[in-house]
């Protein structure tokens, strides 16, 4: 199997593993195995039913998705790749230890909502990683029809790092929030008799809900200036779906309250968010990959494969 497809059945093991402990969360499975790490309640395969069968489920996705990525890794290193191929697998690798640990750490400490939180960061940032190994992977065809100037090009980038930055602090203070049963300290618009808030669950909420609203802004004015300012198809194909999806789960998350916080419909929001961020995380790789081949292209090197330190990961 190539280092391509290989990368792409990892990034989708590893979003449906966000997803479903979304679903363990959200039917409170998270101790369906018992406080007890690797095994469950006593037993490598224990009787599936009820909250043990989901918890169980969530390990298995896990274990497969850990053991597909030990092999990921083992065959980019041997691969002769780049300083920067090379920094990636080894921080993915690295991530995946970190994961393994966190999740030891929340079946012992019994779900500790901080611990919860990390853990869904660094898997948002394992995904990104795995994103990247197949962006980079394979002999592609790069060819793009604009070329902006650097100076355009850095701006591209700084802001969807920003963006980026956004969509994990919105994703830490969705799951401290989900976790700490906040979900309703809010309704859709005000807090409670006020419209503004006054406890610390309704503080959590409205400034997840902000955080929401701002990234849900500049996505919105990221798709505007690609194509007032002519980004180029590629770009501006990227950041419409991004705008799609963002009001999408701005819409889901007033069902959300609307429903009381019904479990599909949290998961649902769950799914969203963690499919935007990917996909922002896939654009931000586009522009970087745009902004090269124009800097190559203006100095009559020809196209480098994403930097003079990266060849192809196959």
């Given at each position: 199997m190539t280092i391509r497809r290989l990368s792409f059945i990892c990034i989708v093991l590893t979003y449906l593993l966000i997803v479903f402990g979304g679903y363990v969360a959200s039917s409170e499975s998270g101790m369906g195995c018992g406080p007890e790490w690797p095994l469950c309640n006593g037993k490598v395969i224990p009787t599936l039913q009820g909250e043990t069968l989901i918890e169980f489920m969530h390990r298995v996705i896990g274990a497969v998705l850990g053991g597909l990525s030990i092999i990921l890794f083992f065959k980019l290193m041997r691969e002769k790749n780049g300083y920067t191929a090379r920094f990636i697998s080894v921080m993915m690798i690295g991530l995946l230890i970190i994961?393994?640990?966190?999740?030891?750490?929340?079946?012992?400490?019994?779900?500790?909502?901080?611990?919860?939180?990390?853990?869904?960061?660094?898997?948002?940032?394992?995904?990104?990683?795995?994103?990247?190994?197949?962006?980079?992977?394979?002999?592609?065809?790069?060819?793009?029809?604009?070329?902006?100037?650097?100076?355009?090009h850095k701006r591209i980038t700084m802001h969807i790092n920003i963006l980026i930055f956004l969509l994990l602090l919105t994703l830490a203070f969705?799951?401290?929030?989900?976790?700490?049963?906040?979900?309703?300290?809010?309704?859709?618009?005000?807090?409670?008799?006020?419209?503004?808030?006054?406890?610390?669950?309704?503080?959590?909420?409205?400034?997840?809900?902000?955080?929401?609203?701002?990234?849900?802004?500049?996505?919105?004015?990221?798709?505007?200036?690609?194509?007032?300012?002519?980004?180029?198809?590629?770009?501006?194909?990227?950041?419409?779906?991004?705008?799609?999806?963002?009001?999408?789960?701005?819409?889901i998350g007033v069902v959300v309250i609307e429903t009381l916080v019904a479990i599909p419909w949290a998961v649902f929001h769950l799914a969203i968010g963690t499919a935007l961020f990917a996909f922002v995380s896939e654009a931000r790789l586009y522009a970087g990959d745009r902004m090269l081949q124009s800097i190559a292209s203006s100095t009559s090197v020809g196209y480098w494969h994403g930097g003079q330190d990266r060849t192809s990961l196959d």
């Open positions: 994961q393994v640990l966190l999740g030891a750490v929340v079946v012992v400490l019994d779900l500790p909502s901080i611990i919860i939180t990390i853990h869904l960061l660094v898997a948002a940032v394992f995904l990104a990683c795995l994103i990247w190994i197949w962006r980079n992977s394979g002999d592609k065809e790069r060819v793009y029809s604009v070329f902006l100037k650097a100076v355009e969705g799951a401290y929030i989900k976790h700490e049963t906040y979900g309703l300290a809010c309704g859709w618009l005000g807090c409670r008799q006020s419209f503004l808030p006054s406890t610390t669950p309704e503080w959590l909420q409205t400034i997840h809900r902000g955080l929401a609203v701002m990234t849900a802004v500049y996505i919105l004015l990221l798709t505007y200036w690609a194509f007032v300012r002519k980004w180029g198809r590629g770009l501006q194909r990227r950041f419409l779906l991004c705008s799609l999806f963002v009001i999408l789960q701005l819409v």
